[in-house]
C-alpha cells in the first residue's frame, strides 16, 4: 500500500481542531499574518518584514565563474533552521516570491528563493524583471540548469552556520514544474520532499486525431514519477483545467508505485490562487476571491505541516 502522509495530528495541532480541505479556519479567526502576502499586498509585508532578508550571489557549483542571485530570508529564532528553497513563477524572482520566502522564515524555515533567470538574463542582478520580459527569457532555462540551480541554492544554504543540513522545494506555476522536475532528479544529500503549487509533473503520451480515431490526451509520464523517492504534494485550483484534468490520473499512478504523495484541487479557485488570494479585478467575482483565500489558507496550513513534518524546525 502507498505511504500517505498523516496531516491530521499536524493539522490539530496548529488548528486545534481538523477541518475539510478549502473550509479554511473558523469564522473570525485572525489568519491573515499567518498566511503568505497577496501580490498586491507584498510589498507593504516586505518592507514591515522583521526577519532578516538579503541578496545574495552563489557560485552554481564549486569552483565555477557563473553564478547566480537569490533572496534569502532568516527566521528569529537561535535555533538552527531547515531550508526550503522557492522556486519562482514563469514571471520570474517578483517581490510576491520574496513575500512567500518571508512567510517561510516566519514559519521557522531558512528560505532561499533564487533566480532561474540569472544567467539568461546576463548575470547576476536585483533587479527585478517585468512580468513580460521574464516570460520571454524563461524558455531557455531547462530541466537541467533548474536542478543546477536548486541544488546550488540549498547546498550555499545548508552551509551558512544558522543552518541544518535538510532542505525542501515549493514552486509556483512553473515552479511548481520544477519542484516536480527536481523531485525525479532526487536532488543531492538532504532533500527531503517538495510541494507543487499548480505544476504538472513531466507528462507523455498522447496522439493527435486522424481522420478515423479521436486525439488522445497527454497522461502524467509513469517512468520518470518512479523515479520520485521523496514526498511530494500538488495543490492545485479547479479552474485550472489543465491540470485538474490531470490529476486523477497522477493520483492512480504514484498510488500503484506506492508513492507518498498528497493531491488537493480546490474548488472553485484558480490557477495562481496562492498569490490571487482576495485581490480584486476589475471584473469582481467575489465568490472566486472568497475560493482563492480558502484555498490559500487550508493550502499555506498544509504546506507548513509538510515542510516541518520532512524537516523539522520550530
Keep these: 500500500m502507498p505511504r500517505r502522509l498523516d496531516f491530521g495530528m499536524l493539522l490539530l495541532a496548529a488548528c486545534g481542531s481538523h477541518q475539510p480541505a478549502g473550509s479554511g479556519p473558523p469564522p473570525g479567526a485572525q489568519v491573515a499574518t499567518t498566511l503568505p502576502a497577496s501580490n ?144 525525479v532528479h532526487g536532488g543531492v544529500s538532504g532533500f527531503s520532499g517538495g510541494v507543487a503549487f499548480y505544476g504538472a509533473p513531466y507528462m507523455s503520451g498522447g496522439s493527435a486525431a486522424t481522420g478515423t480515431t479521436p486525439a488522445v490526451p497527454a497522461t502524467p509520464n509513469a517512468d520518470s514519477l518512479a523515479k520520485i523517492r521523496m514526498p511530494v504534494m500538488l495543490l492545485n485550483g479547479s479552474k485550472d483545467a489543465r491540470i485538474a484534468a490531470a490529476m486523477p490520473a497522477l493520483d492512480s499512478i504514484m498510488e500503484a508505485l506506492g508513492k507518498t504523495y498528497t493531491g488537493v484541487n480546490y474548488e472553485g479557485a484558480v490557477h495562481g490562487f496562492l498569490r490571487a488570494q482576495d485581490d480584486p479585478r476589475a471584473q469582481r467575482d467575489e465568490a472566486e476571491e472568497q475560493a482563492n483565500l480558502a484555498a490559500t489558507r487550508d493550502g499555506w496550513l498544509r504546506t507548513v505541516s509538510f515542510l516541518k513534518q520532512r524537516l523539522g524546525g520550530m
Design 40 to 183: 498586491r499586498a507584498a510589498p507593504e509585508r516586505l518592507a514591515a518584514s522583521p526577519r532578516h532578508g538579503e541578496w545574495v550571489k552563489i557560485a552554481l557549483q564549486a569552483g565555477s565563474a557563473d553564478s547566480l542571485m537569490a533572496w534569502v530570508v532568516y527566521p528569529e529564532s537561535r535555533e538552527k533552521a531547515p531550508v526550503v528553497v522557492v522556486v519562482h513563477e514563469i514571471f520570474g524572482l517578483s517581490t510576491w516570491v520574496r513575500g512567500v520566502a518571508d512567510q517561510l522564515a516566519a514559519d521557522g524555515f531558512i528560505a532561499v528563493a533564487p533566480d532561474f533567470l540569472s544567467r539568461v538574463r546576463g548575470g547576476p542582478t536585483s533587479v527585478e524583471l517585468a512580468g513580460d520580459s521574464a516570460r520571454r527569457l524563461i524558455g531557455g532555462v531547462n530541466s537541467t540548469e533548474r536542478n543546477r540551480i536548486i541544488v546550488a541554492a540549498a547546498n550555499w544554504a545548508m552551509t551558512q552556520p544558522a543552518a541544518t543540513q535538510k532542505y525542501a522545494v515549493i514552486g509556483y506555476c512553473w515552479g511548481g514544474t520544477t519542484t516536480f522536475m527536481h523531485a
